[in-house]
C-alpha cells in the first residue's frame, strides 16, 4: 500500500539538499536516512534519503546521487510515496490512515445514516472528510474531535455530531444584530438618524 508522505519544495543552498512539504504525522519513521521512496512522476524516483536536518523550522533533505542546486532544483515538485503494510497501523491511538476512513459510513449518534467518506482533503488547518449522501451529493465534515465522536473500525462507521446546518439547511441564526437592525429601521423611517 502506498502512503503520501511529502512533496518536494525548493533546492537549499548548493549541495544538493532540498525543502520539503510533510505530509506524515511519522517524518521521523518514513523520511530517515536510508529510506526509499517511490516518486510522483515515478520517473524521477526510486529516490533514497541520505540525510536530512530540520533549518529554521524546515526539513531539508539530501538524495543519493543528487548533489548539486540544479540537480536539487529539477525535484521541485515530486511527491514522495512510501510503500507501507496494509496492516501497519499509525503509532498514536486515536491517528488513521487514510485508507482506513476511505468507505466508512458516516452515522449520527442515533444511528441515522448520513453517507459514506469518499475523499479526505488534508487541509493545514484540519483534515475534512468529503462524505457521498445517499442521493449524490456531498457533505465536509470537519474531521475534530468535537464532530467526529468515534471511528469504530470494527463495524466500518464513524460516528458524528454535527453543529446545526452541517449536514441540513436547518442552521440556529442566534445574533443580537437582528434586534438592532429592527430598531435601527424604526429610527430611519422617524428621521432620526446615528
Do not use: C
Not at 524521477?44 to 548539486?68: M, N, Q, Y
Not at 470494527?154 to 439547511?169: F, H, K, S, T
Amino acid at each position: 500500500m502506498q502512503l503520501v508522505v511529502a512533496r518536494i519544495g525548493r533546492a537549499h543552498g548548493i549541495k544538493g539538499e532540498v525543502t520539503v512539504e510533510v505530509r506524515t504525522d511519522e517524518p521521523e519513521l518514513r523520511l530517515g536516512p536510508g529510506a526509499v521512496l517511490l516518486t510522483d512522476p515515478a520517473s524521477t524516483g526510486p529516490l533514497t534519503i541520505e540525510t536530512g536536518r530540520v533549518h529554521s523550522g524546515r526539513l531539508l533533505l539530501r538524495f543519493e546521487g543528487v548533489k548539486d542546486r540544479t540537480a536539487a532544483e529539477a525535484l521541485r515538485n515530486t511527491v514522495l510515496i512510501a510503500e507501507i503494510d496494509p496492516e501497519e497501523l499509525p503509532e498514536e491511538e486515536d491517528e488513521y490512515y487514510d485508507h482506513q476512513l476511505m468507505d466508512l459510513d458516516v452515522v449520527l449518534a442515533d444511528g441515522t445514516e448520513i453517507g459514506v467518506i469518499s475523499e479526505i482533503s488534508h487541509l493545514p488547518s484540519q483534515d475534512l472528510f468529503i462524505v457521498e449522501r445517499p442521493d449524490g451529493s456531498e457533505v465536509m465534515i470537519p474531521f475534530v474531535s468535537e464532530i467526529v465522536t468515534e471511528i469504530d473500525l470494527e463495524n466500518q462507521r464513524a460516528v458524528i455530531v454535527p453543529p446545526p446546518g452541517l449536514i441540513d439547511d436547518r442552521a440556529e441564526i442566534a445574533s443580537s444584530r437582528d434586534g438592532e437592525a429592527d430598531s435601527s429601521d424604526e429610527a430611519d423611517e422617524s428621521g432620526d438618524r446615528a
